[in-house]
């Protein structure tokens, strides 16, 4: 294999850090506004609330993809935000704190997903996909954008992508995949512990 | 998109002045002074400490060493459940440092049972020092708790667990100069007991977490 191909192939795998989401003057900027925002000025906070959810929504796109989750992540991150806008201490860095509580709700939202709108789509998404007789769903498709994802084994990426992204059961999943439905959950929660670990690791 | 903005604006609007936490460290801190200071006067409030402790302090190296490996676990255990309870403050490395300082300090009885600090003896026995040790934990562990409650743990349980082994240890490391001295005796009656503290706090503080929209 030839070295430009070797390097493109090794930038699409890499993962993307936190710090690419965020500058040092964002993280500046952040800090002042947030302390403006405890004192109770409304419009930087607004402001910052606009730029923080702009930045969530990047990586959080950036690392499971486009998928219906991430709006519903990015607006439960900001509630977060404003419920612990009183722990943010000044005399620290403000990106550890911002996707301390991304981290934890982009995990608490993956392992909440499944409502009967999801269901109802990844079972129109099956038909499709069915129908066309194609290995991967449009959805499926979509997780090739989700870098974090794409950094799990194929057996975990397959075990959460059914059943928390594309909704199905566990039950329904084992069917998909020829296994157990206690295999099926076991994957699922080695999957969610993986890529709390990489989100963990990317943003140490 | 416009939910997002909706959602901005009922933020930012009429936004209340809040009170920036305090450090976590000096909480932290506080809460262990206050709560040694607590449990050195309870104990001794039912009963004297073992009559010959302060001079096998003095005199010997090796359990004086004990005693400050001890001391220094439970204010990084305390240290770590705060930061716990503020995102993003408590890193991996010292959360594994906690771990490790706390395991040496308890692995240290593990090996008093075939190589004790002192030598193994009755005196200064206390009749109910496990029960002791449960109770005089339980106050600081909830203290500790109601706390942390009032910052932001992201992972509930996790603080609850530290908050109580940080609680639990206290009189456990304390009985070790109340009462008497045998690595068996201290391993079942003072650190499993302030061990088990640590699961209680968590079984009682998580439905009070739960309470928290986190």
């Known amino acids: 294999m030839e070295k430009s191909a070797i390097t493109s192939m090794a930038q699409l795998c890499r993962m993307p850090l936190a710090s690419e989401d965020v500058s040092g003057n964002d993280e500046e900027r952040w800090s002042a506004l947030m302390v403006s925002a405890q004192s109770g000025n409304e419009p930087d906070y607004r402001f910052l609330l ?6 969530i929504s990047r990586y959080l796109y950036r ?12 607006q439960e991150t900001l509630i977060a935000i404003h419920q612990a806008r009183h722990t943010y201490d000044a005399r620290r860095r403000f990106r550890p704190w911002l996707f301390a509580i991304v981290r934890h709700k982009a995990i608490d939202m993956l392992r909440r997903q499944r409502s009967q709108q999801q269901l109802a789509t990844a079972q129109q998404e099956l038909r499709m996909t ?4 194609q290995n991967i769903s449009p959805m499926e498709e979509d997780l090739a954008q989700g870098q974090l994802l794409l950094s799990l084994s194929p057996q975990y990426r397959e075990a959460i992508t059914l059943t928390k992204i594309l909704g199905l ?3 329904e999943a084992a069917a998909r995949l020829s296994i157990s439905e206690g295999a099926v959950k076991v994957r699922v929660h080695r999957a969610i512990s993986k890529l709390k670990q990489l989100l963990e690791a990317e943003t140490a | 998109m416009k939910d997002r903005d909706e959602l901005i604006s009922a933020l930012s609007s009429n936004l209340q002045s809040v009170r920036p936490a305090a450090n976590a460290n000096a909480i932290a801190l506080l809460w ?11 104990t001794h409030w039912f009963g004297p400490i073992r009559a010959n402790a302060l001079t096998q302090l003095m005199s010997v190296p090796r359990f004086s060493l004990e005693m400050i490996v001890g001391l220094a676990a439970i204010t990084l255990a305390a240290l770590a459940a705060f930061r716990a309870a503020i995102p993003g403050a408590l890193t991996p490395r010292f959360r594994t440092f906690a771990a490790f300082v706390m395991l040496v300090w308890l692995g240290g009885y593990v090996l008093g049972l075939v190589d004790p600090t002192l030598e193994p003896s009755i005196l200064g026995k206390r009749d109910h020092c496990y029960i002791e040790t449960a109770l005089y934990a ?24 530290r908050c109580g082994l940080a609680a639990g240890m206290i009189p456990a490391l304390y ?11 201290i391993l079942l009656f003072h650190i499993f007991p302030g061990l088990l503290i640590a699961v209680l706090t968590a079984a009682v503080a998580l439905p009070w977490f739960a309470r928290l929209r986190l």
């Open chain 1, 50 to 55: 606009g730029e923080l959810s702009s930045c």
């Open chain 1, 63 to 74: 690392r499971f993809g486009a998928h219906h989750f991430i709006e519903d992540c990015v």
């Open chain 1, 130 to 133: 069915d129908a066309a007789g």
């Open chain 1, 169 to 171: 059961s566990n039950a």
């Open chain 2, 32 to 42: 262990l002074l206050a709560s040694v200071l607590y449990v050195v006067l309870i």
């Open chain 2, 138 to 161: 339980l106050p600081p562990a909830m203290i500790a708790c109601y706390l942390c409650r009032r910052l932001y743990p992201l992972k509930p349980v996790n603080t609850a667990l």
């Open chain 2, 175 to 185: 009985m070790q100069v109340a009462c008497m001295y045998i690595p068996s005796h």
